[in-house]
């Protein structure tokens, strides 16, 4: 996967983000870009590139940092403890903004969405978040339409996921959208993602 990939994925990285808000979505388009004919270029970037501490401990080194990144056609935003303290984090959000005017598509896991509710990206729009940030979310912009029920919601150029696990299905419809449904189902076969819940 060489940097001139047209097809560019970005999973945002920070200090206090969700561990499979950030892993989950991570193995399964990691997988889809060792296996797709498309060639896409998936990478992990932080704030400067160095190294974040997820919510639960892990520590992470992205690829890049936001000034070296490059450009790309898909933005995941995860969501965690870390997400709160951005939404209050007024140059945080102007750069948001200014990824939204130069990336096709947005797409958020957990509370990422509340950080694109507060840059003002969700307005007027469906979008969902996790189950316990619901009433937050409709603080931040009373105006979104809070979607209470569905594992991801599907707004064209933004993509919203509930709590943490949906964000692997999330990136499993993003793979259907980016190249086929076809792909997508061999990408849950690769990972063994059953989600039949155990009890």
Same mark, same amino acid.
């Given at each position: ?74 933005? @995941?935003?995860? &969501?965690?403890?870390? *997400?709160?303290? =951005? +939404? ?5 959000? $102007?750069?948001? %903004? !200014? /990824? ?63 709590? @943490?696990?949906? &964000?692997?299905?999330? *990136?499993?419809? =993003? +793979? ?5 449904? $076809?792909?997508? %189902? !061999? /990408? ?12």
């Amino acid at each position: 996967m060489g940097t001139g990939s047209a097809l560019r994925v970005g999973i945002f990285v920070f200090d206090g983000a969700e561990e499979l808000d950030v892993v989950g979505p991570y193995e399964v388009l990691a997988w889809w870009a060792q296996h797709s004919p498309l060639h896409p270029e998936v990478v992990t970037f932080s704030r400067d590139g160095g190294g974040v501490r997820c919510a639960k401990g892990l520590s992470l080194v992205p690829d890049h940092s936001v000034d070296d990144v490059g450009p790309l056609h898909v933005l @995941v935003y995860p &969501g965690g403890r870390g *997400a709160r303290a =951005l +939404v209050g984090d007024s140059s945080h959000l $102007e750069w948001v %903004r !200014s /990824v939204r005017a130069t990336t096709p598509l947005l797409a958020t896991v957990c509370t990422g969405a509340l950080v694109l509710a507060a840059a003002g990206l969700l307005a007027g729009r469906p979008a969902t978040t996790h189950w316990g940030a619901f009433d937050e979310l409709a603080r931040l912009d009373p105006s979104v339409l809070v979607d209470t029920e569905a594992r991801f919601v599907d707004d064209g150029d933004v993509i919203t996921s509930a709590g @943490v696990s949906a &964000g692997i299905d999330m *990136a499993l419809h =993003l +793979v259907a959208r980016l190249e086929s449904v $076809e792909m997508a %189902r !061999s /990408v849950r076969r690769g990972i063994q993602y059953d989600p039949a819940p155990p009890v």
